[in-house]
């Protein structure tokens, strides 16, 4: 009659730990919390402070693949491979890390994040199936943290929210009296016109001196000096035999 209960027990003590923590995107100010192939976590520091013996993967799965997601699934295997990712794999594990790598409590002013999809040397490489590699689409993604000890999982958080990441917008798309792009285009406009008047100006200014000087000039012109030529004769121009006479 023992039996039985023994193995409805069985379950219940290699359960896995739901934990009350879900990853969120970080709140350090950081540039490109979301990227067009990023996004940046909180580390979990004092989330597995009970499991010291466990390995800790991150586990990022397409939205609609979470309620599917096997957590017995090891690392590194066929099913979880980034590479596969998102088709056929729907979910794949990365970024294991150790208690170590999570002390508690955080130290003052250290930034403790985990930028998802950062390696792109492994993106195709095979031989490393828990490739952090780059997100292929906008999402949304999900992701959460499990404990592993040895290949049996221990421990887990919830799921985060929907992560979207950025997508580059198609230039037809793009209004050219976006309120950014106006403001720009006003000041530059602004400052060539000041630049263009103050040319104007000085052109003006100039045309009417000179067209000034010109009227004027015949008035104040002074009468140049007569020049007297001096004649002189030379001794071989009288003619001679007159100058006997």
Not at 161 to 175: D, F, Q
Request: charged content about 15%; some cysteine.
């Amino acid at each position: 009659t023992m039996l039985p209960l023994l193995l409805l027990l069985l379950p219940a003590a290699h359960g896995i730990a739901q934990l009350r923590y879900a990853p969120v995107l970080t709140q350090e100010p950081l540039e490109g919390v979301t990227t067009a192939s990023t996004f940046v976590l909180d580390q979990p520091r004092c989330v597995f402070k009970d499991y010291g013996n466990a390995d800790i993967w991150l586990v990022v799965a397409l939205e609609q693949a979470i309620s599917t997601f096997d957590n017995t699934a090891g690392p590194g295997t066929n099913e979880t491979a980034f590479q596969s990712f998102p088709d056929p794999v729907r979910a794949y594990l990365t970024l294991n890390a150790t208690l170590a790598n999570y002390p508690c409590p955080k130290p003052d002013g250290e930034i403790t994040v985990l930028r998802v999809g950062s390696e792109t040397s492994c993106a195709q490489d095979e031989t490393r199936p828990t490739c952090n590699g780059p997100l292929p689409g906008p999402g949304p993604y999900r992701a959460k943290f499990l404990a592993l000890e040895g290949s049996v999982p221990v421990a887990e958080t919830g799921w985060s929210e929907p992560i979207m990441l950025r997508t580059a917008k198609p230039l037809s798309s793009i209004s050219t009296t976006d309120s950014g792009h106006s403001a720009g285009m006003i000041a530059i406009t602004t400052i060539l016109s000041i630049l263009f008047a103050i040319l104007l100006a000085g052109l003006v200014a100039m045309l009417v001196f000179w067209s000034s000087d010109s009227c004027g000039g015949s008035s104040t012109f002074s009468k140049p000096e007569s020049v007297t030529v001096r004649r002189y004769n030379t001794h071989h121009v009288y003619d001679q035999p007159a100058a006997r006479l």
